[in-house]
């Protein structure tokens, strides 16, 4: 099977066997999740959920994104059991319980996230090969503060939502957050405040630590958005350095 063979909605054997080519590697439903990969299900109109559906009186494609509902599909469930979703408009709504259940058959992955993740997984690859073929770094310079950083917009966007304080005004007050310039670019902003970047895997690290935010959440970040998929790599080798 090649790219263009990938359904723009793929089942989950369509997905597992396109990646399995692409990376000469068995997958199955759980490896997809344990990647980041967002299931789908289509879910047709409900007159019970009106504010769900929206304008969209045919129904739509609702996201599996929360960690109980994907971690039992990832455990081998026998279905698919929706908790909670993003509605029509991208909002996300805690269901009434029990929840809607679906057959797993149902399940679909978007053609562009199974092609990102693939391309992920092939930079990270190549960045691994790239350090076998190096001396070995200890975990300190493997880790040392890089010079490029993701912009303010950026930060609250990946992260604000996992955390309970006001990020933005943290960042505003802190300098960088967790001690002197911390998570923010030393090189960056002096000269004009708007120009001040932070490196993501640095802060990811401390909102962690300092949050207590779960890894799962952060992994998920750093799958999620395209500004991250640069770090993705550094992000992964950093983990596997510090055994987390």
Same mark, same amino acid.
């Given at each position: 099977?090649? /790219? ?8 989950? %054997? ?8 692409? &990376?000469a /590697?068995? $997958?199955t ?5 344990e990647?980041?990969?967002?299931p789908? *299900? $289509? ?6 959920y009106?504010?769900? @559906?929206?304008?969209?009186n045919?129904?739509y %494609? ?7 509902? &994907?971690?039992?599909l990832?455990?081998?469930? !026998?279905?698919v059991?929706i ?5 029509v408009? =991208? ?10 259940? =679906?057959?797993?058959? !149902? ?6 996230? *199974? !092609? =990102?993740?693939a391309s992920?997984?092939k ?20 880790i040392?503060? #890089?010079q ?7 930060v ?6 996992? +955390?309970?304080?006001?990020l ?14 911390? %998570?923010k670019?030393? #090189? #960056?902003?002096?000269? %004009? ?7 993501p ?8 630590? +300092?949050?207590?935010?779960?890894m ?5 970040? @750093?799958? &999620?958005?395209?500004?991250l998929?640069? $770090? ?9 350095l510090?055994?987390?």
């Open positions: 099977m090649t /790219t263009t063979e990938l359904p723009f909605r793929a089942t989950t %054997a369509q997905a597992c066997h396109w990646l399995s080519q692409q &990376t /590697t068995p $997958w439903l759980a490896r997809m999740i990647k980041g990969l967002t789908y *299900v $289509w879910l047709d109109y409900d007159a019970d009106p504010a769900l @559906f929206g304008d969209a045919g129904g %494609a609702a996201p599996i994104f929360f960690e109980g509902d &994907t971690q039992r990832a455990a081998g469930s !026998e279905d059991l908790t909670m979703t993003k509605d408009y =991208r909002i996300v709504t805690k269901l009434k319980p029990p929840g809607f259940r =679906r057959a797993l058959h !149902e399940l679909r992955f978007l053609k562009k996230d *199974v !092609e =990102r993740l992920k997984l930079r990270e690859a190549e960045a691994e090969a790239k350090a076998a073929a190096e001396p070995e770094l200890n975990k300190v310079d493997a040392k503060e #890089s490029a950083g993701i912009n303010k917009e950026h609250l966007i990946a992260f604000s939502s996992l +955390v309970k304080i006001d933005e005004q943290a960042l505003q007050s802190g300098g960088g957050i967790f001690g002197d310039e911390g %998570a670019v030393k #090189s #960056s902003g002096k000269k %004009a405040k708007n120009k001040a970047v932070w490196n895997i640095t802060l990811a690290l401390g909102l962690n630590d +300092v949050y207590r935010v779960p799962s959440h952060l992994k998920r970040a @750093f799958n &999620t958005h395209d500004f998929l640069e $770090w993705a790599a550094e992000w992964e080798h950093t983990l596997a510090l055994g987390k």
